[in-house]
């Protein structure tokens, strides 16, 4: 038998979908995110392939965000389907990407 304990918190919390904005899609060298949770915060973008490998990370300090919107490039990645997970501060948020050359 399995117990599962509700009461115990990662310190993670996870978002809806339309917390965070990403667009084009499907993209072809790289995406907007944009997002009023970016607001002087620090910002960290992975890029995962399909089959889960880390592909690209980067972080982007409060002075790289730009009206609550950056840029995230990948311009050596080949077409396919991609996930991006987004942490900003205690919040993470997973989308999914479409790269087309």
């Not at 972080?59 to 077409?79: A, C, M, Q």
């Not at 205690?90 to 087309?100: F, L």
């Amino acid at each position: 038998m399995i117990y599962i304990n509700s009461s115990i918190s990662t310190g993670i919390e996870t978002l809806d979908n339309e917390s965070v904005m990403v667009y084009p899609n499907p993209a072809q060298e790289f995406i907007n995110l944009s997002s009023e949770l970016f607001y002087s915060q620090d910002v960290k973008i992975i890029l995962y392939s399909s089959s889960g490998a880390i592909l690209k990370t980067q972080d982007f300090s409060p002075d790289e965000v730009t009206n609550n919107k950056l840029e995230f490039h990948f311009p050596d990645i080949s077409d396919g389907y991609f996930l991006i997970r987004i942490e900003v501060g205690k919040y993470v948020i997973t989308k999914n990407i479409i790269i087309r050359k």
